[in-house]
């Protein structure tokens, strides 16, 4: 995987931090409102200044930066997905070098689902709308959280874009974000250095005191060989994907696809696994659990991500939840396609 978090450039050492600077304290924050919260996140290594006693809260930030900064503070990862080859910030954006500092943070925010453009400018200054968005997309991908839904008035609506208010309301219920004197948000107003590590503490705060208690990680069964992956052509439009366990004594495993989200032209696929208990008595029947799929060949991109591994089978002749089941995934025997033609079950 790539280790080019922090190369020594000016650029990535403006927002996203290390601890070496924590015993010192920025010179310039006077009069800067939440002064106390760009603090925290300096002693917590997680923003840092363009100098040892210099922040520079009003200077504006870009995209290369803040994604960054989103990342590094939900400490969002690639944890629980699996690839058939290392990814590469070319696989997804046009304007992100492969071997920029900034590269990795943007395949883990896209892959964790934060909405940023195939085609994003690096440099690019990033409004206060799309602060937001990022933000909120960020801290979705740390879990569930449930919202008020109260609408809030800002005076400034007509300028906000489409497809951001959401987001912004969201972050208003959960105080991450506050409108200002007037009720104004200033969504088109490019968000500055202060603005950001504010939003990103207050992010912060709201996934530690609301985050469920994190479980023991279990071992993804594509790493360990317990299940095999494939994908097969069908024609030139079609493509069929295959987790496969092999042949097994008897009906005690399965695999099964509970899922797949689009983005852009890589397919995640979501899949559980199930293992037989040690307790059961099964018929000694070999049995070959496989979990099926069709997709559009446009997904040139197929990686994996494990969601649950299901209560152990003890009646092997128990429906398993989700086999069969109507969606974008079906499960399918061997050399059986879904019915009608193969293209209406592709996805679009």
Known sequence: MMKKWMTATAAAAILVGTMSSAALAFEDLDGVSNADKIMELRDRGLVSGISKTKFVPH??????????????SLQLSLAHFTF?????????????????????????????????????????????????QWLMAGLSATGEYGFTEMY????????????YMNAIQTALNGGLIELEEGDRFRPQAPITRAEAAIMVRN??????????????????PILSGDVKTSTIAVNEDIQKVVLDMGERPHPGWNVTIEGIDFIDDTAVIRYSVSYPDPAALYPMVIAHPKAETYLSSKFKNVTYQ???????????DAPVEGAGSPGA????????????????????
Request: charged share 25%.
């Open 306 to 316: 494990l969601v649950a591994v299901h209560d152990r089978i003890s009646d092997p």
């Open 203 to 220: 992010a912060v705060q709201f996934v530690e005191e609301h985050a469920a208690p994190i479980e023991e990680p279990t071992v993804d």
């Open 84 to 132: 058939v080859k290392a990814p590469e910030a070319s696989d997804y954006f046009t304007n992100i070098p492969n071997d920029a500092w900034y590269a990795e943070a943007f395949i883990i925010a896209h892959l964790n689902g934060v909405p940023i453009d195939k085609d994003v400018n690096p440099n690019a200054n990033v409004t206060r709308e799309q602060f937001v």
């Open 59 to 72: 200077e504006k930030i870009t995209a290369q930066q803040a994604i960054p900064l989103i990342v590094k």
């Open 329 to 348: 995934a079906g499960i399918y025997e061997e050399g059986q396609a879904p019915e009608g033609d193969a293209s209406e079950h592709a996805a679009k």
């Open 152 to 163: 809030f008035e800002l005076a400034d609506e007509k300028h906000v874009s489409e497809g």
